[in-house]
């Protein structure tokens, strides 16, 4: 069975500095991974995915992650924080191939931004 | 392409009452989900539908949650009778998924707050 996990349940960085957001995942099969960001009052929205090609994933807003297999890791990085990157990001994994069936979230990681 | 509607946006119901949230998904996408996103179990996936047909409703917390698919454009949860428990909000997600090509993601709607009094 797959699960993710996020360490870390709020960061809080200064604007203009490095975004770190931990996620570590299970799984007994090869994983899609996904990270999706949640601004207030608002749905899940998808930042970038993972789906076994390059392992280093550029998404919007200038995110990326990068998959590494012997960590069992897919941490979300950003070089320079900005205030509008305020919001709750969650971490996700689903099965490698075949139908996606349940997703499954992490608890998520509410991000602060500091002028 | 509008995205996952979902209505309505705010309820606030009284103790007892039948609630129905509604959603429709994207055109064209073949799996349509329930998730339930409270600040203490943070997002739970109620069930889910692919090809109209719900294919998992573990999630679904009690009898007192049923949840239909009619068609491919169109989905119900309803909630009969209502208690202050649950209260949360209730997101639709949907997605284009097959058997070869699965992991496009899912889109969210903008969910519906319920509240529960």
């Known amino acids: 069975a797959q699960s993710v996990t996020q360490l870390g349940s709020h960061v809080s960085v200064s604007e203009g500095a490095l975004v770190l957001l931990r996620c570590n995942y299970s799984?007994?099969?090869?994983?899609?991974l996904f990270w999706y960001v949640q601004y207030p009052n608002q749905g899940l929205q998808l930042l970038l995915k993972?789906?076994?090609?390059?392992?280093l994933v550029k998404g919007i807003n200038g995110f990326e992650a990068e998959f590494k297999k012997s960590e069992t890791s897919f941490h979300l990085t950003k070089p320079s924080a900005h205030m509008s990157d305020a919001a709750e990001y969650f971490c996700?994994?689903?099965?490698?191939?075949?139908?996606?069936?349940?997703?499954?979230f992490g608890k998520g990681t509410k991000l602060s931004v500091k002028p | 392409d509008a995205g996952v509607i979902q209505s309505p946006r705010h309820e606030v119901t009284e103790m007892g009452q039948e609630v129905t949230l509604r959603c429709k998904p994207i055109?064209?996408?073949?799996?349509l989900f329930w998730y339930r996103q409270t600040m203490m179990r943070g997002l739970e996936l109620l069930i889910y539908?692919?090809?109209?047909?719900?294919?998992?409703d573990s999630g679904m917390p009690e009898d007192r949650f049923s949840a239909k698919m009619p068609n491919a454009s169109f989905s119900t949860l309803k909630i009969q009778p209502s208690e202050p428990r649950d209260s949360a909000v209730y997101f639709c997600a949907s997605s284009f998924d097959t058997e070869i090509t699965g992991g496009y993601g899912y889109t969210f709607g903008s969910g519906t707050r319920l509240t529960v009094v």
């Open positions: 539908f692919n090809n109209n047909v719900p294919i998992d």
């Open positions: 799984s007994s099969v090869p994983p899609y």
């Open positions: 996700a994994v689903t099965r490698y191939g075949g139908s996606q069936g349940n997703l499954i």
């Open positions: 993972y789906t076994s090609a390059a392992t």
């Open positions: 055109s064209g996408h073949n799996s």
